[in-house]
């Protein structure tokens, strides 16, 4: 497969690719096909919808390697550096209260609070917009888009004389951008691997645990030798990388033409082709959530993440209260990074193994110890227990993440897992967002961390019931498609025999009558 500059049709959405149940142009009609009116389109629609793509279009068979590891490693860096920064915004929040306020200001902190929150929530958001412009634009040019805007988004955070301008500049500015980095990043794997995607997709995900170990000791140094500001400028250097990184996001040769085209310089190395621009009839396709077995995953996801993420915000104050005597208490968050790495290399392999949408029971195990975990938490007297129960939870949050891609292109194909990546990412925003701060007003009215981790607990093991209903329900919707398309081929096959019969029925009516 050799790459070229146009984006593949799976890529650039339904508007670009070829339209569903017609042939190629200059191709010759198949015989005894015509156009299907009535009850025929209306389940050939439901089929296709059912099945996630395209029939008219040939699907590209993935190259399993080649540009797709320079791929991966630019994905893995993407994974790295937006997720990195995140889950090191507690340093970066420390140095904003040294910098602009008092740490005892309650206000202050309050204020400061908010540029965190809101860039983490903004990255999720607006993925669902991410996701039309992937298929407008294609992957490459999103992905250097968002990470030119985030760069200066970055970068103007640090000539700020105030906390309330990095609520535009880094909350809404510098989290839009790497939110349409990211995203691309998760789509363009599907394009490269099939086989191997699982493996892929955790050594990607594995970028983010690499960063949150390593960034930490880097920004600890920079904020206390050369204040917050520079240390914003530093950390500009990982999204200019994250920008040349994009550019390596190159579409596949969407058919021989193209092939040909680009052996001949029909198509140049450049960011900005001259080819016709059409944009998408439907800006948002709502119709993936059609597919019965995405709609579910998409209540199940977010549902479990009300509680997902209380114990990652609110582990490090627990411990400083319940274990006031231990030093080196943030080796906690170390094990959670480090097993979180090693969970996504070793599920993400064991998912090339598990078939089609079985891939979702690593998901439902996965919230199941993750909710067992956060409920383990209280009940840790001793500090070596509560870093057993880090290691484990970090084991199976890396499971989680690592296999997401894999399942949306299992559930809803290629053609539409951009879109189907980003409306579940915008609705895991909310819980992102709504969860930990629920967790605070339990403890502020308890004194104590007990009741939120418990309930904590609950929802990913409400959330991971959900899921296990998925298989069933693809696997009925799978047999209702095969009995439509099955009673079809019958309609069909008595039709011919019923044309068959009339025509020996006129032929002997017309030799009785020479006789």
């Known amino acids: 497969m050799v790459p070229s500059q ?52 040939e699907p590209l068979e993935p190259p399993e390697g080649g540009w797709g590891w320079l791929v991966m490693l630019a994905a893995m860096w993407c994974n790295g550096s937006v997720f990195g920064i995140q889950n090191s915004c507690g340093l970066l929040f420390m140095s ?12 202050m902190v309050f204020k400061t609070a908010w540029v965190s929150s ?19 634009f294609g992957c490459r040019k ?10 200066a988004g970055l970068l103007s955070s640090s000539f700020v004389s105030s906390i309330e301008p990095l609520y535009l500049t880094y909350g809404i500015i510098f989290a839009c951008g790497c939110s349409f980095a990211y995203q691309p990043s998760l789509v363009i794997l599907g394009h490269y691997f099939k086989k191997r995607l699982g493996l892929v997709n955790g050594i990607v995900t594995a970028g983010s645990s690499i960063f949150t170990i390593l960034l930490p000791f880097l920004l600890r140094v920079l904020t206390d030798s050369v204040g917050l500001f520079h240390t914003l400028r530093v950390l500009c250097i990982f999204i200019f990388v994250l920008f040349l990184a994009g550019f390596t996001y190159r579409p596949l040769a969407s058919s021989a033409k193209d092939k040909d085209d680009t052996a001949n310089g029909g198509h140049r190395l450049s960011l900005f082709s001259r080819r016709k621009f059409n944009p998408p009839k439907k800006m948002f396709n709502f119709a993936i959530f059609k597919v019965t077995a995405y709609a579910v995953w998409a ?60 891939k979702i029971y690593l998901q439902v195990l996965s919230f199941l110890f993750i909710g067992l975990m956060s409920m383990m938490i209280p009940l840790c007297s001793v500090f ?29 194909g290629a053609q539409d897992v951009s879109q189907a990546i980003g409306f579940l990412l915008g609705f ?53 498609v095969t009995k439509a398309t099955g009673g079809e081929k019958v309609e069909k096959m008595l039709e011919n025999q019923n044309s068959v019969s009339s025509s020996a029925a006129v032929f002997k009516k017309e030799s009785d009558s020479v006789i």
Request: glycine fraction near 12%; charged fraction near 15%; charge should be negative.
């Open 142 to 151: 999103t992905a250097v888009m968002g990470a030119a805007v985030g760069f």
């Open 299 to 358: 209540v199940g996801i977010p549902l479990a993440l009300f509680g997902y993420f209380v114990p990652y915000v609110h582990l490090m104050k627990h411990v400083n209260e319940r274990f006031e005597d231990e030093k080196n208490k943030e080796v906690v968050l170390t094990c959670i990074g480090i097993t979180s790495g090693v969970g996504r290399l070793f599920f993400g392999r064991i998912a090339d193994y598990v078939p089609g949408v079985k």
């Open 428 to 480: 895991m925003s909310i819980p992102m967002t709504v969860g930990p701060p629920i967790a605070g007003l339990f403890h502020d009215k308890l004194g104590s961390y007990d009741v939120a981790f418990y309930l904590a607990g609950i929802p990913p093991l409400i959330g991971g019931a959900v899921l296990c209903f998925i298989p069933w329900v693809h696997s009925k919707k799978q047999k209702e």
């Open 384 to 412: 070596g227990a509560l870093i057993a129960v880090c290691l484990v939870m970090g084991l199976f949050d890396g499971c989680f993440i690592s296999i997401m891609a894999p399942i949306a292109f299992e559930l809803v």
């Open 118 to 136: 809101i860039s983490m929530g903004m990255i999720f958001f607006c993925c669902p917009i991410v996701s039309v412009f992937t298929d407008m």
């Open 96 to 107: 904003m209260l040294n910098t602009f306020g008092s740490k005892d200001d309650d206000k």
């Open 6 to 57: 146009e984006e593949p049709a799976a890529a650039r959405g339904t508007s670009e690719a070829q339209p569903l149940g017609s042939a190629p142009p200059g191709a010759a009609p198949l015989p005894g096909a015509g156009p299907l009116d009535g009850p025929e389109a209306a389940a050939a629609e439901k089929v296709e919808v059912e099945l996630g793509g395209s029939v008219g279009a």
